[in-house]
C-alpha cells in the first residue's frame, strides 16, 4: 500500500506526533515513555528558544489512514559556525517494521537538507546535546531511561539499507551500588579537598543550590565543547532547562564543589529513575501521572546519572573522586541499588574512568548515523 507524508504543522498534529510510539511499543516492558510535557515543550516551535536559532520540520508517515511513522528533521543555525560542516539531523525516528516506511520517512529529510544545501544527514540527534540521542544497537532487553530513546531492533538493519553509516557510539553502563562506603574514595576526596582548598556546597533544600544553576551550565558548555555535535546554549535555553528539569531535583544528588572563593569547579547531577514511573502514567502527569513521579523522588532503588563536569584546571587532580563519594553515599542513604550512567561516547575515557569505583557491566550501546549527501538523481 501507498505510504503518504504528512508534515505537521500544528499543535494537533504534533500531539499525534508525540504519541505515536506509545502505540508502536504496547507491551514492550523496556520501552519507557518521554514525558509528554517535556516533548511539546522541545518540538514546540512557541516553547522551545531553540527555534530563534533553528528551523525544524515534522512529517508523520500514514497508511490507509494509520500513523506508521514519524521523523523530525533540524536545520541547527549554529552547528556550522561551531564545526564548519553543513549536516542536517534527524531525530524523533520511529517506524514500523517496513522498508517503504523508513525509506519515505528518511527520502523526506534528505530532501530537505538538499534543497538546504546540506553536504549530510546526521543522527538521532535533537535540538541540543541534552535532547535523547544516538539509537539503540545493543541492549534492546534493557530497561530504558527517561533521558534515553528506545527503539525496535529492526531500525539499525533499517538504515543500513538505506546507505547510513556509523558516525559515533556510545556506551551505557549499569553500575551496582556497594552496600558500604568507601574507604579508600572517602580519604581521595579528603586529600584533594585539602590540597586544592576545595569544599562540598552543603546543600539542603533547592534554593541552596539553585543559584549556582547558571554556573553549572557554564563548566558544562568548557566541560563538553569538544564531544560529538555539541553546540553552545543561549541564555534562554539554560533558563528553560533549569525551569523544566531543576524543580524535581534532590539537593544531595546535586553534588556542586566550590574553590576557596566559592566559585564551581565541578558538579554531578542525579535523578532517582523515573523510568517505572513514566511507564506506569504513559508519560503524562494528569491525572495521577504526577503521583508516580513523587513516588520515584522518594522511594526508589535505581538512579540515572545525567551530568558530570570539571573544570579544565582540575581535570586529572582527583576531583571525580569527591564528586563519587558524595554521590555514592547519597546512593547508600536512600537504599539505592542499581544505577544507570546513560549514554557517553565510547571515546570519553575521562567519563569511563569514574566507573571504576562501581562494579559495572557495559548493556547498551547507541549510534549515531551518517550519510553524505550526493545530488539527487533525475531520469
Not at 5 to 34: A, D, H, M, W
Not at 162 to 179: C, I, Q
Not at 312 to 335: S, T
Amino acid at each position: 500500500m501507498e505510504i503518504q507524508l504528512k508534515e505537521v504543522t500544528n499543535r494537533r498534529e504534533l500531539r499525534k506526533f508525540i504519541l505515536f510510539p506509545q502505540s508502536l511499543y504496547r507491551g514492550n516492558s523496556c520501552y519507557v515513555p518521554s514525558l509528554y510535557m517535556d516533548e511539546s515543550n522541545t518540538l514546540r516551535w512557541d516553547k522551545n528558544p531553540a527555534f530563534k536559532d533553528c528551523q525544524a520540520k515534522y512529517w508523520l508517515a500514514y497508511r490507509e489512514g494509520k500513523i506508521v511513522g514519524r521523523v523530525a528533521a533540524i536545520l541547527p543555525g549554529k552547528f556550522y559556525e561551531k564545526w564548519g560542516k553543513r549536516y542536517l539531523r534527524f531525530g524523533w525516528l520511529d517506524f514500523i517494521d517496513d522498508p517503504a516506511v523508513s525509506a519515505a520517512l528518511l527520502k523526506a529529510v534528505e530532501d530537505w537538507a538538499r534543497a538546504e544545501g546540506m553536504e549530510a544527514v546526521h543522527g538521532p540527534l535533537g535540538f541540543t546535546d541534552l535532547d535523547r540521542e544516538g539509537m539503540l544497537v545493543e541492549g534492546f532487553d534493557e530497561l530504558g531511561t527517561m533521558a534515553t530513546n528506545y527503539n525496535h531492533p529492526y531500525y539499525p538493519r533499517h538504515l543500513e539499507a538505506l546507505g547510513y553509516t556509523k558516525d559515533t557510539d556510545w556506551l551505557e553502563y549499569e553500575m551496582t551500588v556497594p552496600s558500604q562506603p568507601d574507604e579508600k574514595i572517602a580519604k581521595a576526596a579528603e586529600l584533594v579537598m585539602k590540597r586544592y582548598q576545595l569544599h562540598v556546597l552543603p546543600a539542603k533544600t533547592k534554593n541552596d543550590f539553585l543559584p549556582y544553576a547558571h554556573d553549572i551550565f557554564s563548566l558544562l558548555e568548557e566541560a563538553y565543547r569538544h564531544l560529538y555535535g555539541v553546540m553552545p546554549l543561549s541564555q534562554a535555553q539554560v533558563q528553560a532547562y533549569i525551569d523544566q528539569y531543576f524543580g524535581l531535583a534532590i539537593p544531595e544528588y546535586v553534588p556542586l564543589v566550590l574553590d576557596a572563593e566559592n566559585k564551581l569547579v565541578a558538579f554531578g547531577v542525579v535523578f532517582p529513575s523515573f523510568s517505572h514511573a513514566l511507564q506506569k502514567s504513559h508519560g503524562q502527569l494528569f491525572p495521577l501521572g504526577f503521583v508516580s513521579l513523587l513516588q520515584a523522588l522518594k522511594n526508589n532503588e535505581r538512579a540515572d546519572l545525567y551530568l558530570i563536569g570539571v573544570k579544565d584546571e582540575y581535570l586529572g587532580k582527583g576531583v571525580n573522586a569527591i564528586l563519587m563519594n558524595q554521590i555514592m553515599n547519597a546512593f547508600i542513604r536512600n537504599g539505592v541499588k542499581k544505577v544507570e550512567s546513560n549514554p557517553e561516547l565510547e571515546t570519553n575515557a575521562n567519563v569511563q574512568s569514574q566507573w571504576k569505583y562501581f562494579e559495572r557491566r557495559q548493556h547498551k550501546r547507541r549510534r549515531c548515523f551518517i550519510k553524505p549527501l550526493t545530488a539527487e538523481k533525475t531520469d
